[in-house]
């Protein structure tokens, strides 16, 4: 599978941002999980940033935790953020609403 331009995907997201469009977070969900499905199965490696093919998952997850935080407040971009750095087999189902 093949990543999708996911380089444009972050930065519409980020536009959508910039001109505070209210779609700007889904867009950043739907680009962060269709990177997630890049991970092979069972991966318990870690996502290095010195990869510079990694670098755009590590933007999206930054952008996605900036949209939540300003969405929700510190509580909910913390749970966002504890949640991206939680293992695949414990993460739970996340809401972008």
Same mark, same amino acid.
């Given at each position: 599978?093949?990543? /999708? &331009?996911?380089?444009?995907? $972050?930065?519409?997201?980020?536009?959508? !941002?910039?001109?505070?469009?209210?779609?700007? %977070?889904?867009?950043?969900?739907?680009?962060?999980?269709?990177?997630?499905?890049?991970?092979?199965? /069972? &991966?318990?490696?870690?996502? $290095?940033?010195?990869?510079?093919?990694? !670098?755009?998952?590590?933007?999206?997850?930054? %952008?996605?935790?900036?949209?939540?935080?300003?969405?929700?407040?510190?509580?909910?971009?913390?749970?966002?953020?504890?949640?991206?750095?939680?293992?695949?087999?414990?993460?739970?189902?996340?809401?972008?609403?």
């Amino acid at each position: 599978m093949q990543p /999708g &331009f996911l380089e444009a995907r $972050l930065a519409l997201a980020s536009m959508q !941002r910039e001109s505070d469009e209210p779609e700007a %977070l889904a867009t950043a969900t739907a680009a962060l999980k269709q990177a997630e499905t890049l991970i092979p199965k /069972g &991966f318990k490696g870690r996502i $290095l940033w010195g990869h510079l093919g990694n !670098r755009f998952c590590h933007c999206l997850m930054w %952008l996605q935790l900036e949209l939540q935080y300003e969405r929700g407040g510190q509580r909910r971009g913390s749970q966002v953020g504890a949640q991206s750095a939680a293992p695949e087999s414990e993460r739970q189902p996340t809401n972008p609403d």
